[in-house]
């Protein structure tokens, strides 16, 4: 079975020359995906094309949440068939939220954006599901 490198990378490691951290083939594509997503396209020095085109749209308080959820699976699926082809067939599913915080004396409005990517290994055909969450923006309803 091939080992992958853990991210991220611990240098300390490498320079006492130990072996680094490794992890499964599953949780090698997690971690990829979770870099593709929460990296800004032209982050990379090494390859501008890597990362997620909708960072772009932040703070675009003109888009509307079924905007902004189209506008992230195109980037996911483009960015998925590109830089992750160890997953077949990978269905890409957003949701985009607002959700109400209550602060000591205020209410406070938040973007919550959920992904779950799905597909099968090429490797095996084995199912593989990842999720994350996390928030976007300027806040206010659509």
């Not at 079924?66 to 992230?72: A, D, G, H, K």
Request: proline share 3%; hydrophobic share 35%.
């Amino acid at each position: 079975m091939t080992d992958y490198l853990k991210l991220p990378l611990r240098f300390e490691q490498f320079f006492q020359k130990k072996k680094l951290d490794r992890c499964s083939l599953t949780d090698s594509i997690a971690r990829n995906i979770h870099l593709l997503i929460t990296t800004q396209l032209e982050e990379n020095i090494q390859d501008y094309d890597y990362g997620s085109q909708f960072w772009d749209h932040d703070y675009d308080i003109h888009m509307t949440n079924s905007i902004r959820r189209e506008v992230i699976i195109k980037s996911l699926k483009w960015q998925l068939e590109k830089y992750e082809k160890r997953l077949a067939k990978p269905i890409v599913e957003v949701n985009v939220l607002q959700k109400e915080y209550r602060l000591i004396n205020n209410l406070q409005l938040k973007r919550k954006v959920e992904i779950t990517v799905k597909g099968n290994l090429k490797r095996n055909n084995e199912p593989f599901r990842f999720y994350t969450s996390f928030y976007i923006g300027p806040m206010l309803f659509d």
